[in-house]
């Protein structure tokens, strides 16, 4: 007969979920890294960052920082505040590393292919490490929790619809291929956590 102690989920420790948000991120960062060199673009708030990085110049980490703020004051109301305080602390530790980025790694060349299912892989294993210690990168899955709450919209048809929307405005300012080759790295992502995120392989919190 299995104990109430040992079917009580393992929960990590806080130094446990700062090194996962840190190496989370830290791949995160290097995925962001490999689709600035290819100009490739993702989803959400970061797909968002990447169009007004690429298209006025600014850092992607500030642009992206910037972007999540309007976001945090839905969430503050609607979401848990340990959540949402890993979810702050992930999206100012991606917004410095990415800015730190060009000064620990340069790339002399990669393959815009290689770059979209390698950094898909780098982004899924990331938010896995984020999620498997409830935490995100907040953004636009914060604004379409909300919806689902709020109004009864699917979160789901919410990101896809802002999904679609940034695939979009990039054909404005991104070659054809690189939306094709970033559409490709969004599919290498959602398998990579599809795989690896079901329920009941892993109960530690």
């Known amino acids: 007969m299995t104990s109430t102690a040992q079917a009580a989920p393992l929960r990590h420790s806080k130094a446990e979920d700062a090194l996962a948000l840190l190496s989370g991120t830290a791949l995160i960062a290097l995925a962001v890294s490999l689709f600035q060199h290819a100009q490739l673009l993702s989803g959400g708030t970061a797909g968002i960052a990447f169009l007004l990085h690429y298209g006025t110049g600014w850092g992607f980490g500030p642009v992206f920082f910037l972007l999540n703020l309007p976001f945090y004051v839905l969430a503050w109301r609607r979401m848990d505040r340990a959540f949402l305080l890993k979810t702050m602390i992930a999206v100012a530790l991606l917004s410095v590393q990415t800015e730190l980025m060009p000064h620990l790694i340069t790339f002399e060349q990669v393959r815009p292919p290689y770059a979209a299912l390698v950094g898909g892989v780098l982004l899924g294993v990331g938010f896995l490490i984020l999620f498997r210690h409830r935490a995100s990168l907040g953004g636009v899955g914060i604004l379409a929790f909300w919806l689902q709450e709020a109004r009864g919209w699917r979160a789901g048809h919410v990101q896809m619809a802002v999904d ?17 080759l970033s559409v490709a790295g969004a599919v290498v992502l959602n398998l990579t956590l599809a795989i690896n995120h079901r329920a009941g392989r892993y109960i530690a919190n």
Not at 164 to 180: E, R, Y
């Open 164 to 180: 679609a929307l940034i695939l979009l405005l990039a054909l404005a300012t991104v070659p054809l291929v690189q939306v094709a």
